[in-house]
């Protein structure tokens, strides 16, 4: 069955970098962009970034644009999210989201997994 | 870039109620839409795609309707386990919006 693993969340100082990590298994990662979204306390979800199953298109969200950069490994079967420039506004909880439906290497399609979530506080 | 809204914020229902969430999209989507079930503490769980698709698992009592604009979630009878945060959301572009949500609790 579809797996995605979380792990990398935790405590930082604002400027500071943080990198989230998400192992997956159970379906062909190199057919399906990935993509992270997040959750800031009582708010609701909000698209982060996009890389497409070749890794060559990257789209992020204005909010963070700059600052953090996706990234995947097929040999790893993983998706990364390496944030710098932490601010507080990036407080949230991030979610690695795989795509379902058909043609999902490069469009646009619903999520039908999400990881359990990686708590990311930044705070002084 | 493409807006969501949702009505209403807030819906207190009834178990055995059929409640209904309206969802409109600021521009065509077609019928790239989905919905969302959240519970506090965990992740999104898909309920409907392309506008009026079950997703597998779920139960029928889920109705997903519309397109182009105007999309509505209704839950045909409402039970205990469906108390949650709803949200719809677009695929018509990688900015993947979501409306704001709509939390149903219990009246």
């Known amino acids: ?124 | 870039d493409i807006q969501m809204t949702q009505s209403p914020s807030t819906l207190s229902a009834s178990v055995g109620d059929r409640v209904t969430i309206t969802c409109r999209a600021s521009q065509t989507i077609s019928s790239k839409l989905a919905w969302y079930q959240q519970k506090p503490g965990r992740a999104p769980n898909l309920l409907i795609y392309k506008a009026s698709t079950l997703e597998t698992g779920v139960p029928s009592r889920f109705i997903g309707s519309g397109s182009g604009t105007e999309f509505t979630l209704t839950i045909s009878s409402l039970q205990p386990d469906d108390f949650a945060t709803y949200y719809c959301q677009q695929y018509n572009d990688y900015l993947f919006t979501f409306g704001p949500g709509t939390k149903v609790d219990i009246k």
């Open chain 1, 1 to 124: 069955q579809v797996q995605l693993v979380q792990s990398g969340g935790g405590l930082v100082k604002p400027g500071g970098s943080l990198r989230l990590s998400c192992t997956t298994s159970g379906f062909i990662f190199t057919d399906y962009y990935m993509s992270w979204f997040r959750q800031a306390p009582g708010k609701g979800l909000e698209w982060v970034s996009y890389i497409s199953s070749s890794g060559t298109t990257i789209y992020y969200a204005d909010s963070v644009k700059g600052r953090f950069t996706i990234s995947r490994d097929t040999a790893k079967r993983s998706l990364y999210l390496q944030m710098s420039s932490l601010r507080a506004e990036d407080t949230a909880v991030y979610y690695c989201a795989k795509p379902g439906g058909a043609n999902c290497g490069s469009s646009t399609c619903y999520t039908d997994y999400w990881g359990r979530g990686a708590q990311v506080t930044v705070s002084s």
